[in-house]
């Protein structure tokens, strides 16, 4: 991830702030691809069979692959907001810091030792909303940037809406899928 910065960081041509936001769009997208196959990873193994299982079974490594490649998009952006000369908007800053935190709980929460420490129930929570909370701020992400960028943007980002997209409504199939086998599985009574 550092490489891929400085080959857009020294690419020839390009103003020194045309520069970082080519970083900063190559860092969140290669990030987000790593945070999308562990988000996805296990619905599209419980909905598509087991031909996705080694996706299931490294979804722990996706993201924490995530979480270290996202490590360098937000030096990026606390570069970024380092050099503004106008104030950063206090929303998206904040909708930012949540998202960093449930990344940094995520990363915690992975520590197997500790995560056996915390009732079950407790850390499956802790672990769904951080995930759904990254995925949305992806998805805001990406649907804020194309309205403001016209045409080219909007195809350029359109892959990436359509996997933010596709993840949830995969997540939302996998659990139907399950609740549907789980309700199967219960016994039926007659009643007489």
């Not at 080519?22 to 691809?33: I, Q």
């Not at 995560?115 to 079950?120: E, G, L, N, Q, V």
């Not at 990254?134 to 998805?139: G, H, P, R, T, Y």
Request: hydrophobic share 60%; proline share 5%.
């Amino acid at each position: 991830m550092v490489a891929l910065v400085i080959a857009f960081l020294a690419r020839h041509g390009a103003a020194p702030g045309e520069k970082l936001a080519l970083a900063l769009k190559a860092t969140a997208r290669w990030s987000f691809l790593l945070f999308w196959l562990g988000y996805a990873g296990s619905s599209l193994a419980n909905v598509f069979g087991p031909k996705f299982r080694a996706l299931a079974h490294h979804g722990r490594d996706f993201g924490l692959a995530f979480a270290a490649a996202h490590l360098v998009h937000l030096a990026l952006v606390a570069w970024l907001l380092h050099n503004l000369t106008r104030p950063f908007p206090r929303p998206a800053l904040t909708l930012l810091g949540i998202g960093v935190f449930c990344i940094c709980l995520l990363s915690i929460l992975s520590i197997k030792p500790l995560a056996a420490t915390i009732d079950r129930r407790l850390l499956r929570t802790l672990r769904f909303v951080a995930v759904e909370y990254i995925a949305l701020v992806f998805l805001i992400d990406f649907a804020k940037n194309p309205l403001q960028g016209g045409v080219a943007t909007l195809i350029a980002y359109l892959p990436f809406q359509i996997l933010a997209i596709s993840g949830l409504l995969l997540r939302i199939a996998s659990a139907v899928k399950r609740e549907s086998v789980h309700y199967a599985l219960q016994p039926r009574w007659r009643n007489w």
